[in-house]
């Protein structure tokens, strides 16, 4: 699945776990809620506007994913590799991020209320306008990360 078009995929519920979708271009109107998307590789993918609430991305590779408005809100990613992905204004409401790999993200206006971000790596990630209300930061690491103020994270 690569190319200019852009693919309606209605998998409520259905595994793709494990699924090699390196370079898809899956933009529009996706809906894979609650799909099983366990070990996927996504790295370049083009996921921009997405539904994937509910979904389970544990381990996923994202590298360089394009989730620009994005909705994961529910979705578990834990010890996922999001590097250098784009995840501006994406709703990540109570998304399980535990672990996941964020270095050098775009989480420019993201919603990451009640995340769970505990051990993840956001070095060098920018998350201004970020909304962080009650998630959880626990051993996350946030050096040289853009604050939602504009602040560097030493």
Excluded at 55 to 83: C, M
Excluded at 106 to 124: I, M
């Amino acid at each position: 699945m690569t190319g200019d078009e852009a693919y309606n995929i209605h998998a409520s519920g259905g595994s793709l776990a494990g699924a090699d979708l390196k370079g898809a271009n899956l933009k529009g109107e996706i809906l894979i809620g609650g799909a099983n998307l366990a070990g996927a590789n996504l790295e370049g993918a083009n996921l921009e506007g997405t539904w994937l609430n509910n979904a389970w991305l544990v381990g996923a590779n994202l590298d360089g994913a394009n989730l620009k408005g994005a909705r994961l809100g529910g979705a578990n990613l834990e010890g996922a590799n999001l590097v250098s992905a784009n995840l501006e204004a994406a709703i990540l409401g109570g998304t399980g991020l535990d672990g996941v790999n964020l270095k050098g993200a775009d989480l420019r206006d993201a919603n990451l209320t009640d995340a769970n971000l505990q051990y993840a790596n956001l070095e060098g990630a920018i998350l201004k306008g970020a909304c962080l209300k009650s998630a959880l930061l626990d051993s996350t690491n946030l050096r040289g990360a853009t604050m939602p103020d504009g602040s560097i994270h030493e």
